[in-house]
């Protein structure tokens, strides 16, 4: 069995609120294969209640599926959870073992919950500020988050940032020696996802050029972050 099918097992036989939040968290983070069409748009089944989607743990399990080779992707459970949350389509993921069903409500909350991405900066209209009142729990892990990251990390400090419409959220700006936007969003979404594990708070992380507004910005007013440990 899978890390992800033993937590799914754990949370139905327990349906305890941090249980399903730690199988959530770890879908959000399962690179999922899902079958795509020749124009490169998901292949939806047909369910009892109309269109659904469907994912495969592996690329083994999806193979075993199917007769011939067939178009698929391979999609972070958090971004195919906010593609078909929007567009209002449930999804059944094949584990090997019994189907794991998220209807659209659940499949928002998993995307507004884990999302990492970040596509704000400061010359979008968004007013960025050091934040106040964290909680020191909150401190504690992303303090041990940075430490994960090793010396690459040059420098690590959090803000808040706060849009037009007056909407708050506390970023992690993270500073890295050499650029690599692979991997520097593969770290994102795992420091993020820590996180999030551990509070309701909208949080994300940014992985800014050394030499942008927003690395200066967040150096000069932001509250730096010293590793635990």
């Not at 958090?78 to 189907?99: M, Y």
Request: aromatic share 4%; net charge negative.
């Amino acid at each position: 069995m899978t890390p992800l099918v033993t937590l799914h097992a754990a949370a139905i036989a327990s349906d305890s609120r941090d249980d399903w939040r730690a199988f959530y968290q770890a879908l959000a983070g399962t690179l999922l294969v899902v079958p795509i069409t020749e124009a490169e748009q998901l292949d939806l089944a047909e369910g009892d209640a109309g269109p659904i989607a469907q994912a495969y743990l592996s690329l083994e399990l999806y193979a075993g599926s199917i007769d011939t080779v067939a178009r698929h992707a391979e999609v972070p459970g958090n971004e195919l959870s906010r593609l078909l949350a929007d567009a209002g389509v449930p999804l059944e993921v094949i584990t090997g073992a019994e189907p794991v069903l998220l209807g659209k409500d659940q499949l928002a909350w998993i995307a507004d919950t884990y999302g990492a991405e970040v596509t704000r900066d400061v010359n979008q209209g968004v007013r960025i500020a050091a934040p106040d009142q964290l909680a020191p729990q909150l401190l504690d892990v992303i303090g041990q988050s940075v430490a994960a990251l090793g010396p690459s990390c040059r420098a690590a400090s959090l803000v808040t940032m706060t849009d037009q419409q007056g909407d708050a959220e506390l970023v992690l700006v993270l500073v890295f020696d050499s650029r690599d936007p692979e991997l520097e969003g593969r770290l994102a979404e795992t420091v993020t996802r820590a996180v999030q594990a551990v509070t309701d708070q909208r949080f994300a992380v940014a992985c800014p050029d050394p030499d942008s507004a927003l690395a200066a910005r967040a150096a000069e007013i932001g509250i730096g972050v010293m590793p635990v440990g």
